[in-house]
């Protein structure tokens, strides 16, 4: 890729002027380090990562970490599986029937309670630092281990906003489908536009662009140059279908059930079929500061079905030995509830479920007390096993074989994929 | 632009403070009472610190063996100043106005006053307000904030930017505001935080003052001297700070409630999220006089845009330098702390001075920017300033924001000026004529593609409020594929605008010159034709042929940045 060795260039001759540029970091969206792909081999089995992030904290109380009969729980029933431990709400019906092939962490815990904050931490595993943009896990996936050749973006993001890939570049920005399975804008030619008037528009481009290079400089033409060369592969595409739901069979749709939530799942499996390494699913709307029990049995509506077939489907393909599908949220919300049936936000123990390829499922990590607290009265921390959200992307770096040792660059700091300080939870996947 | 008005006191005075200059220490003494003697008032000349930055850098770069970059050509001076100043390239009418290259403009101005007279026309234009509003509603309460904050917060601000309200009234409107949204519109500042104190406190603390005490909320700060009590201290303030809504539909209004006057201690006593009672603080424990009278709000909105507050004052040159270079004296923009030193401290405080001095007049520090050397020279290097990013040496080539982008193809392709409406009357619906009906049809449908248009480079560029910086010429497929296949550059929009050209221009190589000047915002050189008569000589005929070459110019890099 010319981009990014244009870029280390760039920041070569930077670095070059001595002390310039040391006291500043306005390189902050640049990287160094392209060499990644060309010798390494990855040693795991696992090839792409589909998350489904649940916006606004979901309650643990209302799903995976119930408190029946105590003060603090929800009048829910739970389902008992075969798994110790692993009793979700009773609106998961199908999850319930899967717990043979999921893994529960019911202590991850985290300082964040702020959404902005969180999601950022639950999202990158760092936390958000104002002068240093990270790449959030689908964008380090992309970076590692995708091909930058590949006609469809190496991450597909399917509602949402967009998380820029920070230091690790423009090439492994998420692409954003914000209404999953409509027609994409501005990916077909203009009317009356065909391929031979794109061709003959993108040959003066060109020219122009060498002209500009010679005169302003190549780095930013570099950049705009591989934007626009990604945007006409895609554009130029067939597997663009596999954006969209027209071919999927009629008894498909049916098992992952409707709406959005729903469509998103098949696309992502779709794409991940095709070969997309990273592909993120939102599923908003688990701010539950008020009428918590009711809500939150209505998202588990929206989630239960798509989710578990989801899980079958990969199964049947044989795809999900190969596909890690992370499922959680910002943070947790608090044991103690409003007056009006609802939680606030709660970093200090929340679930995290794991399924797919290299994790030694049909287990759960962590405890809580009988009341879903994380500590005792004396304050003292209670909570059996904590995970933190680095300690969760250590792991998942582990168990992927991430280049976590290389230093990446970003403005004049080294930066590394994971945070040095994390450690990794065997118990995940040994 | 150099004048022959010296500004050697402050030249005398910046000089003395850098290692650099080490020739000039030796004349230390003599220098200081040359200040003295002859320091010139602050804030009355723009040209003069204009000319006084000019000549500080120029003695900087020699004593650094760097030499710069020419000073760009009037077609460069001309495009960058438009993008900056209104958030659009010119129009071609505007080129020929400014005439690039000849020494008399079409008003009358010549030779070097040319340049200084096109920034104050610019300055002066209702597109001027309406850009810096959009840009400071970005910086202040960013691109993801709801509907009706951005929209009273943008009406407020592009009022005052048009009556060239200062600085320092400005920041203490949108702070201070008592009322509601019918008389203070500025309540959109802080009812966009939803009644988060904690966001009130660390945005308005970042984006007036350069000071990141967010990340005090939950922790001390790692290296900073703040600790979360410095962080309760200033977020007491606006303890009162709540806003609220009443009435309906277009009756609904915005109001700010609970705001108490200081009448006595106890009233100034907060409870506060910390859970416990605190008397508010400034930053830096600058201690704070209870001050009877005024609500806390107020106290605090005084204390900011005081002419004395270094914070207030050096952010607001240091968000400018920014924005205007392309880099200010400390990166990033709105980050001062103490591991992260300014490029220039002497200067810095020069300025933020000289700001205060003026009033705080915004268009007096933007008119020394612009006017000064630093602003216009090239963007192409020589071997010794290639690799400058602290000196000003060369100019940069900036990307283009999402709030410039939108305006731009909004003003290119024309929708506005080509499709253009009557007025229609403010009446409902089923009383137009069928003439206004006609009307309202296109003009719903240009409004409806400006707030589509601006979602899409929302998407493509993502919610990030921060200003971009150098180096990032980050955009997204997203970006590509609208530029190239958006429908605005199909029937009815873009070809429109074509069959425009066309018949203005009934020669080839002037429809060409056209729509260079249309998209590109300058003349095409000699070269420019060269390029166009190869490529563009197999396309055959029809007004096809102009679209595609609207098209592709619109998706190159020139157009997609500032340079």
Same mark, same amino acid.
């Given at each position: ?14 670095? =070059? ?11 902050? !969206? ?42 603090? *729980? ?16 009773? !609106? ?20 964040? $309670? ?48 967009? +998380? ?16 999953? *399975? ?9 009317? $009356? ?11 003066l481009v060109k020219e122009m662009e060498r002209d500009f290079?010679k005169e302003r ?83 588990? $509506? ?24 992370? &499922? ?23 679930? =995290? ?61 080294? /930066? ?15 | ?72 050509d009037d077609d460069t +001076?001309l495009r ?5 100043? /209104?958030?659009?390239p010119p129009l071609p009418r505007e080129i020929d106005?400014f005439n690039p290259g000849s ?48 929209? +009273? ?21 949108? /702070? ?7 008389? !203070? ?45 410095? +962080? ?90 920014? %924005? ?8 990033? /923009? ?78 290119v ?47 493509? %560029? ?30 009815? &929009?873009?070809?429109?605008?074509i069959?425009?050209i066309c018949?203005e221009h009934?020669n080839h190589n002037d429809r060409v010159r056209a729509i260079f000047m249309t998209v590109l915002g300058r003349r095409p050189t000699a070269r420019d034709a060269a390029i166009m008569g190869g490529v563009m000589a197999?396309w ?5 042929v102009y679209?595609d070459l609207f098209v592709a110019l619109m998706n190159t890099t020139e157009f997609?940045?500032?340079h």
């Amino acid at each position: 890729m010319t981009t990014s060795l244009s870029r280390r260039d760039f920041l070569r001759t930077s670095a =070059a002027a001595g002390g310039v540029i040391a006291t500043s970091s306005f390189f902050s !969206h640049t990287i160094r380090g392209e060499d990644k792909k060309t010798a390494r081999v990855r040693n795991s089995k696992i090839n792409h990562v589909i998350l489904l992030f649940m916006e606004g904290g979901p309650s643990q109380l209302e799903t995976f970490d119930l408190k029946p009969g105590k003060e603090t *729980g929800a009048p829910y029933k739970q389902i008992e599986t075969e798994v110790p431990g692993f009793a979700p709400a009773e !609106h998961f019906k199908e999850i319930a029937k899967r717990a043979e092939d999921l893994l529960l962490i019911k202590s991850m815990s985290s300082r964040e $309670g702020n959404h902005s904050r969180a999601s950022y931490l639950l999202r990158t595993g760092y936390i958000p630092n104002p002068t240093l943009k990270h790449p959030s896990l689908g964008s380090i996936v992309a970076q590692q281990l995708g091909d930058p050749t590949f006609e469809l973006p190496n991450f597909v993001k399917l509602r949402g906003s967009p +998380f820029p890939a920070g230091y690790l570049g423009v090439e492994n920005n998420p692409f954003v489908i914000s209404r999953p *399975g409509a027609k994409i804008e501005n990916l077909d030619y203009a009317a $009356g536009v065909d391929q031979e008037r794109m061709d003959r528009r993108m040959k003066l481009v060109k020219e122009m662009e060498r002209d500009f290079a010679k005169e302003r400089g190549d780095e930013a033409v570099e950049a705009h140059k591989a934007m626009y060369e990604k945007a006409r592969k895609l554009m130029d595409s067939p597997l663009r279908k596999k954006f969209y739901l027209e071919d999927e069979p009629d008894e498909i749709r049916k098992e992952y059930g409707e709406g959005a939530f729903a469509d998103s799942c098949i696309i992502a499996r779709r794409l991940v079929e095709t070969g997309v390494p990273a592909v993120e699913v939102t599923l908003g709307g688990w701010d539950t500061h008020d009428d918590g029990f009711n809500r939150c049995q209505n998202l588990i $509506g929206q989630l239960d079905r798509p989710w578990a077939a989801l899980i079958n489907d990969l199964k049947r393909r044989g795809l999900y030995d190969s596909t890690l599908v992370v &499922w959680m949220g910002e943070f947790g919300r608090t044991p103690k509830l409003t007056g009006t049936q609802g939680r606030g936000h709660w970093p200090g123990n929340f679930c =995290a479920v794991l399924g797919g390829g290299g994790v030694k499922t049909a287990q759960v990590i962590g405890e809580t007390d009988e009341l879903g607290y994380n500590r005792d009265s004396k304050n003292q921390n209670t909570l059996k096993d904590p995970v933190s959200p680095a300690d969760l992307y250590k792991t998942i770096g582990t168990m992927m074989d991430w280049e976590m040792s290389k230093e990446f660059e970003a403005g004049n700091r080294p /930066v590394w994929l994971v945070d040095k300080e994390a450690k990794n939870v065997e118990k995940i996947y040994k | 632009m150099l004048r022959r008005s010296p500004f050697l006191a402050l030249l005398a005075v910046v000089s003395l403070t850098f290692g650099v200059l080490s020739q000039y220490d030796v004349f230390a003494d003599e220098k200081k009472t040359e200040a003295k003697k002859d320091e010139p008032a602050l804030g009355q000349d723009p040209h003069k610190l204009a000319d006084g930055l000019s000549k500080l850098f120029d003695q900087l770069l020699a004593e650094s063996k760097i030499k710069p970059s020419k000073l760009c050509d009037d077609d460069t +001076f001309l495009r960058r100043a438009y993008l900056d100043l /209104v958030g659009r390239p010119p129009l071609p009418r505007e080129i020929d106005e400014f005439n690039p290259g000849s020494r008399k403009d079409a008003f009358g101005n010549k030779g070097d006053d040319k340049r200084p007279a096109l920034i104050d026309r610019l300055l002066e234009s209702p597109e001027h307000a309406r850009h810096f509003a959009d840009m400071w509603t970005v910086i202040t309460i960013g691109r993801d904030a709801d509907g009706n904050s951005k929209r +009273f917060l943008r009406q407020y601000l592009e009022t005052s930017f048009a009556q060239n309200k200062p600085w320092s009234e400005m920041v203490y409107d949108m /702070v201070a505001v008592i009322g509601d949204t019918t008389e !203070h519109p500025e309540v959109g500042y802080l009812m966009s935080f939803e009644n988060k104190p904690q966001d009130m406190v660390g945005i308005t603390s970042k984006v007036f003052l350069g000071k990141q005490i967010q990340c005090a909320e939950c922790h001390d700060h790692p290296y900073e001297d703040f600790t979360q009590n410095d +962080f309760r201290g200033m977020q007491a303030f606006f303890t009162h700070g709540r806003t609220g809504a009443r009435g309906d539909g277009a009756n609904r209004v915005w109001y700010t409630r609970g705001d108490k006057v200081v009448k006595d201690k106890h009233d100034a006593l907060v409870h506060n999220v910390g859970k416990q009672w605190l008397y508010p603080q400034f930053i830096g424990r600058e201690s704070y006089e209870l001050t009877l009278g005024k609500t806390l709000r107020q106290s605090l909105a005084e204390w900011m845009t005081s002419p004395d507050n270094t914070y207030f004052r050096e952010m607001g040159v240091n968000r400018y330098m920014a %924005y205007f270079l392309g880099m200010g004296f400390v990166t990033p /923009v709105d980050d001062f702390n103490s591991l992260n030193e300014p490029s220039f401290p002497k200067v810095l405080e020069i300025m933020g001075k000289d700001f205060a001095a003026s009033g705080y007049d915004t268009r007096y520090l933007i008119r020394a920017i612009m006017n000064s050397d630093l602003y216009q020279r090239e963007v192409d290097t020589n071997r010794t300033n290639r690799n400058d990013f602290k000196y000003y040496s060369r100019a940069y080539v900036r990307k283009l924001t999402p709030e410039q982008i939108h305006r731009s193809i909004l003003h290119v392709v024309g929708i506005e000026r080509l499709n253009q409406v009557e007025p229609i009357r403010d009446v409902p619906e089923n009383q137009l004529t069928p003439e206004e009906k006609a009307s309202k049809k296109i003009l719903d449908g240009v409004n409806g593609w400006k707030g589509h248009i601006y979602n899409q480079m929302r998407i493509a %560029y993502g919610a990030e409020p921060d200003m971009r910086e150098l180096g990032d010429y980050d955009g997204t497929i997203v970006q590509a594929l609208m530029l190239l296949n958006s429908h605005l550059l199909g029937p009815g &929009w873009l070809t429109n605008s074509i069959d425009k050209i066309c018949e203005e221009h009934a020669n080839h190589n002037d429809r060409v010159r056209a729509i260079f000047m249309t998209v590109l915002g300058r003349r095409p050189t000699a070269r420019d034709a060269a390029i166009m008569g190869g490529v563009m000589a197999n396309w055959g005929g029809g007004n096809a042929v102009y679209e595609d070459l609207f098209v592709a110019l619109m998706n190159t890099t020139e157009f997609a940045t500032n340079h």
